[in-house]
């Protein structure tokens, strides 16, 4: 079936961006989502991109959508102790509303 | 501001009991959505629903039934409760149109079967 990719962990210095990366295999993803896991939380929906669009920005957040490579990235600026969390790549394709998760990635952001 | 309630954020049962977890959202969402996360596995969809009384198993459903009476709530419930079953569910919920904002989601569950 369709894969969504991330590394595990990503360690940053507070005040540092942090680059979030996620490869997808599916050519005909629609919807790219990122969602963002606080401990003992749920999922919380932090953006989105559509797959006719290169670029989103929303405040600290920036997302990059690669269609040729399948890779999307989520870049935060300024990078604080409380974005410490897991953060989830999800696509939709072929109308499916049903997205296929990656795994998540732990950022941890140290002093 | 609440939108997707579970009734539960920890719970401890018995090998062998019914366990029924609940969600409920107030969005008007058609479409509702179990997964259960586990460490190192990522989330995996159990049983989804597009509709009242309407049920679809997702990847994993063995173990489990679902149950959607009113739109804006769907049951997930474990027969026969088996320690493997320990985990953190999450119901999810999202709009059935175009584009697609992806999923609101609950706070999870923990569960812990003994």
């Known amino acids: 079936g369709e894969d969504v990719e991330q590394s595990l962990f990503l360690s940053v210095r507070e005040g540092d961006s942090s680059v979030i990366n996620c490869t997808y295999t599916?050519?005909?993803?629609?919807?790219l989502y990122w969602y963002k896991q606080e401990p003992g939380a749920g999922l919380q929906l932090l953006t989105y991109?559509?797959?006719?669009?290169d670029m989103k920005q929303d405040q600290r957040l920036t997302v990059l959508l690669n269609k040729k490579d399948k890779h999307l990235s989520l870049r935060i600026a300024d990078t604080q102790t409380g974005d410490s969390a897991i953060y989830f790549c999800?696509?939709?394709?072929?109308?499916?509303?049903?997205?296929?998760f990656g795994r998540g990635t732990s950022l941890i952001v140290h002093p | 501001d609440v939108k997707v309630t579970q009734s539960s954020r920890y719970l401890v049962k018995r090998t062998g009991e019914k366990v029924f977890l609940e969600c409920v959202q107030d969005?008007?969402?058609?479409?509702m959505f179990w997964y259960r996360q586990d460490p190192g596995l990522g989330l995996r969809l159990i049983y989804f629903?597009?509709?009242?009384?309407?049920?679809e198993k997702g990847d994993i459903p063995e173990g489990y039934s679902v149950s959607r009476e009113k739109k804006e709530r769907f049951s997930l419930i474990l027969e026969s409760a088996s320690t493997n079953q320990t985990s953190m569910y999450l119901c999810?919920?999202?709009?059935?149109?175009?584009?697609?904002?992806?999923?609101?989601f609950g706070s999870g569950t923990r569960l812990t079967v003994v």
């Open positions: 999810a919920s999202s709009e059935d149109r175009e584009p697609n904002y992806g999923y609101t």
């Open positions: 599916d050519s005909s993803s629609t919807y």
């Open positions: 991109i559509f797959s006719n669009m």
């Open positions: 999800a696509e939709t394709s072929g109308g499916s509303y049903i997205p296929t």
């Open positions: 969005m008007d969402h058609e479409n």
């Open positions: 629903s597009y509709d009242v009384k309407m049920k």
